[in-house]
């Protein structure tokens, strides 16, 4: 995927987005399911029941579409990130924090350095302005984009001596600059 330079952020370095090649045949069978589901529920004469099951379409159709959509861009003087609805951009020297939470899956559960899983933002950037950007941890090479964020952000120097916070596995680091 290729993609040109930002006026104000300069050249493109990498970008990373959700991988879903599935995701729009899974919108057309989950769309069919609940809705055959709900045409047999007005059928039956229960429409109650065919109206919640439609209201489940929406937050699946929504959902599938966010993650068609997600994109972040680094750039060599900051960073864009393409939700569903806006683009929101962000410079270096604006970053007050950046912080991350990732799991691999790799470190067994009775490990203390364990992380549980979760669906939310795992990895967030806070601007000076006090905007909050959480980017979705599900985007390809998201571990690269991280390490290149905070080499940016806090230099070669600070990733190196925290190998363990910026490596493939398991990472956790939440530090101002």
């Known amino acids: 995927m290729l993609r040109s330079g930002h006026p104000e952020l300069g050249p493109v370095e990498s970008v990373h987005y959700v991988e879903r090649p599935q995701s729009v045949a899974s919108l057309i069978i989950t769309s069919t399911v609940i809705t ?7 059928y039956i004469e ?10 489940i379409l929406i937050p ?3 959902d599938l579409l966010r993650g068609r959509k997600n994109s972040l861009t680094i750039h060599a003087n900051g960073l864009s990130y393409t939700g569903l609805f806006r683009t929101r951009t962000c410079r270096w020297e604006d970053v007050e924090e950046f912080g991350h939470i990732l799991d691999n899956g ?6 203390p350095r364990y992380i549980r899983k979760t669906r939310g933002f795992s990895v967030w950037i806070l601007k000076r302005s006090g905007e909050r950007i ?3 941890p599900d985007l390809t090479g998201i571990y690269d984009a ?16 925290y190998p363990d916070d910026y490596g493939s596995g398991s990472i956790r680091t939440n530090r101002s600059d």
Not at 36 to 42: D, K, R, T, V
Not at 46 to 55: E, F, H, K, S, W
Not at 106 to 111: A, E, L, N, S
């Open 36 to 42: 055959a589901a709900a045409a047999g529920l007005f």
């Open 134 to 136: 959480n980017i979705r």
């Open 60 to 62: 699946v159709t929504i």
């Open 46 to 55: 229960a429409p109650v029941c065919g109206g919640v099951i439609m209201l």
């Open 106 to 111: 790799t470190i067994p559960k009775d490990d």
């Open 146 to 161: 991280v390490r290149s964020i905070a080499v940016h952000v806090f230099g070669p120097e600070h990733v190196a001596a």
